[in-house]
């Protein structure tokens, strides 16, 4: 059990949508990391926060934007779905960065038709 | 920059056989290695990590992969697999400091009874 929860665990969206994911991160850990994982690849680096700013942003346009809150729990928005935003989206949290481990949810299931 | 190379992208092996995937990294400074499994429909789960100290780092599950800097490779090794071992097996690198972690493309284990 690593504490990482996420909501909702599937979804479907229309094209044209938006989408917000939710990620309650483990207790006493400050950081959380957003990964896009596509069917048959590895996680891919969105995002991540560190006591509340973003610290850190992979290659990914600015329709994915995210916050996190005093609590350390964090959202990833995604405006105008793409088809190809179809994907496992994963959370991770860990206290700081780098060597320390990060424990993942289970990821949000997103379908976007 | 750095990058993560999973050679095989699927590996068929019996039960009780033993078993090596392979990692292949590339950086310019010093990392830290791990490598996080993955069963159907779940997140990420810790199986081992490489930080310093011993090259040869055991897990959980019966794992152990070693650290081998002139090769920059970090197998997963397991003496006897079983079928609740069938998962997705991801090989990550992170540089020390606040960066994210960078995954392979993952290794398809399958074991046969």
């Known amino acids: 059990e690593t504490g990482v929860t996420q909501s909702p665990t599937h979804l479907i969206k229309t094209r044209g949508q938006q989408v917000t994911l939710r990620c309650s991160s483990q207790?006493?850990?400050?950081?959380v990391s957003w990964y896009q994982q596509a069917l048959g690849q590895g996680p891919q680096f969105i995002f991540q926060?560190?006591?509340?700013?973003?610290?850190g942003r992979g290659n990914f346009p600015p329709r994915f934007s995210g916050l996190q809150f005093p609590n350390y729990s964090s959202e990833l928005n995604v405006n105008a779905l793409e088809l190809d935003d179809s994907a496992l989206y994963l959370c991770?949290?860990?206290?700081?960065?780098?060597?320390?481990?990060?424990?993942f949810g289970q990821g949000t299931r997103l379908t976007v038709v | 920059a750095q990058s993560v190379t999973q050679l095989d992208s699927q590996v068929p092996v019996f039960e009780e056989a033993p078993v090596e995937l392979r990692c292949n990294y590339s950086?310019?400074?010093?990392?830290?290695l791990f490598w996080y499994v993955q069963y159907p429909n779940q997140g990420l789960q810790l199986l081992l990590k490489?930080?310093?100290?011993?090259?040869l780092v055991k897990g959980i599950n019966g794992f152990e992969a070693e650290f081998n800097k002139s090769q920059t490779s970090f197998h997963l090794r397991k003496p006897s697999v079983h079928i609740s071992d069938t998962a997705e097996y991801f090989c990550?690198?992170?540089?020390?400091?606040?960066?994210?972690?960078?995954f392979g493309k993952g290794t398809r284990l399958s074991v046969i009874a």
């Open positions: 991770a949290s860990s206290w700081a960065t780098g060597g320390t481990e990060a424990f």
């Open positions: 207790s006493g850990h400050n950081t």
């Open positions: 926060y560190y006591r509340e700013e973003e610290n």
């Open positions: 950086s310019s400074v010093s990392v830290y």
């Open positions: 490489y930080l310093s100290g011993s090259t």
């Open positions: 990550a690198v992170v540089r020390s400091g606040n960066t994210p972690l960078v």
